[in-house]
Structure formats: structure tokens, C-alpha cells
């Protein structure tokens, strides 16, 4: 009886040791970066910051657009104010403005939600949630991917300088 326990332990043992071993190795592998998951990343990176800047630039539209805000001077002191009637008295808005500044807000949040279920698909499509995370994880954690990744953004940048030179 006792020999077979021993035998059974021993087994286990092995195997313990074998997967420390070995787990490690596949680890490793599985979280490894290639040149084109960068790339991908990069290129995936380079569409959200655009899809941001659209976001941003409708913000700002809506603001500067609606003749209540006088050109974002009401929004950015009501903005300030954050609900607090002291400061909210102090500004002096009317019902108007507020209630410009209340459908300014609204409008952002939709902004905000397009441009969430934007970024979302585009990570999906083209480079995959898995990997997208992968990499990024990578960036703040090895100086050697990171170095890696902005030489391969410096060169996509450069490709698309010279194309936009080309038209």
C-alpha cells in the first residue's frame, strides 16, 4: 500500500516539475510580439486617435456652434461650475444657456458612445481583442517592444507623409 502511495506521489512529483519546466517555454511563446501584431497595432492605433479626433472635433463643433454658449465661454464656465448653484448663481446663466448646456451634454455622450462602439469594432476587425491587449500589455511592460514599435510607427508615419506628398 504504502508503495503504491509512494509510486503515486513520485508520479505527481514529475509531473510538477515537468510542467514548471515546460509551462514557462509556452508562456513565453504565447506572449511574445512579432513585427506584424506591432504593425498591427500601430495601424489600428493610428485609426483610433482618428476616429478620437472626430469625436473631439464634433465636441468642439457643438460647443462653439450653439450661439448660447458665446463661443464655448458659458460652456467651459458652466462646464467649471459642475452643478454647484453657488458657482452656477455666480455665472449668472439663464434658463436658456442652461438648458443648451444640459443638450450639449447629452450630445457628448453620444459622441462618447459612437465613438466607444467605434473604437470596438475596429479593434475586433482588424487586429482582435486578444492580441490588441497582448501588445498593448507588451508596450508598458518590455522598453525593447516599445522601442520596436515606435521605429515601426516613425516608418508608417513616414509612408503616409509621403503619400499624402504623392497626391
Known amino acids: 500500500m504504502k508503495s503504491v502511495k509512494l509510486k503515486n506521489s513520485l508520479l505527481v512529483f514529475g509531473l510538477l516539475i515537468a510542467c514548471l519546466v515546460v509551462c514557462p517555454k509556452t ?55 459642475k452643478g454647484d448653484e453657488a458657482k452656477l448663481a455666480e455665472i449668472g446663466a439663464s434658463e436658456e444657456q442652461l438648458a443648451a448646456y444640459a443638450q450639449i451634454q447629452e450630445d457628448i455622450t453620444a459622441f462618447k458612445a459612437e465613438f466607444k462602439t467605434q473604437y470596438t469594432a475596429v479593434v475586433k476587425d482588424e487586429i482582435g481583442a486578444g492580441t490588441y491587449n497582448k501588445v498593448k500589455k507588451a508596450l508598458k511592460a518590455d522598453a525593447a517592444v516599445k522601442s520596436q514599435y515606435d521605429e515601426i510607427v516613425a516608418s508608417l508615419t513616414t509612408e503616409s507623409e509621403e503619400a499624402e506628398g504623392e497626391e
Do not use: F, H, P, R
Not at 32 to 47: D, G, I, P
Open 27 to 81: 508562456m513565453a511563446q504565447d506572449t511574445e510580439v512579432t513585427n506584424e501584431e506591432l504593425t498591427q497595432y500601430a495601424q489600428v492605433t493610428a485609426k483610433i486617435d482618428s476616429l478620437k479626433g472626430d469625436m473631439k472635433a464634433k465636441i468642439s463643433e457643438a460647443v462653439k456652434s450653439n450661439e448660447l454658449m458665446e463661443g464655448g465661454k458659458i460652456y467651459n464656465q458652466l462646464n467649471k461650475a
